[in-house]
Structures are given as C-alpha cells and as structure tokens.
C-alpha cells in the first residue's frame, strides 16, 4: 500500500513562497502518476497540479498556472510543489494524491491514494 507523506505546508505573507514536499514511505510510487489537490473550508478538493510517473508529463490548474512548478525525485521517491507568488485565495490543505489518471482537471473521486494533508495558509 502506497503511504504519502507530505509536508513543507506553513503560514505566508502573499507574494511569498513555499515549497510542499511529498514522500512515499514505501518506495513504491516509481510507476504512479503523482500530484496535489487541495481543499478550503467550505470547498469542494480540487485539482492543483500532476506529473506522470516519468516527470515527462506535467499539468496545472489554470489558477496556479505560472506560479506553481511540480517536479519529482526518483531516487529521493519523493514529488515537490514550489509555490510561488502566493495569494490568499492559495489557503487551503494541500493533499499529496497518487493513482490517478494523467489527464486536465482530475476529479478527487478519481484518486486511490491520499497524504494527510498539510495546511497552506497566505495572510494579506
């Protein structure tokens, strides 16, 4: 069974960075696509960004488009999201997701596996 493990989340002033950081325990996401959804209080979790299994394919969210860069390490089993140029509206838990199909706009009932969550919270 795959376990994530995220982490990197934190408080930001807007305009600044942060970058999450996504470990599979168990070494075994080699074959998985990979990526981040993330969920506000009184929101639907949506899709944030994706990256095939291979780092050759990558998709983003039109609202994170030029800001957010996912990348992933093999050798480290481990997927990154550097997010910059924070704004408020950014604040939400940020879920690390895998096993979900490579497509635009994946919907959350499409992923088998989950991280907990960490909190990303963008201050005025």
């Known amino acids: 069974q795959v376990q994530l493990v995220e982490s990197g989340g934190g408080l930001v002033q807007a305009g600044g960075s942060l970058r999450l950081s996504c470990a599979d325990s168990?070494?075994?996401?080699?074959?998985?696509?990979m990526g981040w959804f993330r969920q506000a209080p009184g929101k639907e979790r949506e899709f944030v960004s994706s990256i095939s299994w291979n780092g050759g394919s990558t998709y983003y969210a039109d609202s994170v488009k030029g800001r957010f860069t996912i990348s992933r390490d093999g050798a480290k089993s481990t997927v990154y999201l550097q997010m910059n140029s924070l704004k408020p509206e950014d604040t939400a838990v940020y879920y690390c997701?895998?096993?979900?199909?490579?497509?635009?706009?994946?919907?959350?009932?499409?992923?088998?596996?989950w991280g907990q969550g960490t909190q990303v919270t963008v201050s005025s």
């Open positions: 997701a895998a096993g979900f199909p490579l497509v635009a706009g994946p919907r959350s009932l499409e992923v088998p596996y």
């Open positions: 168990r070494r075994t996401f080699s074959t998985y696509n």
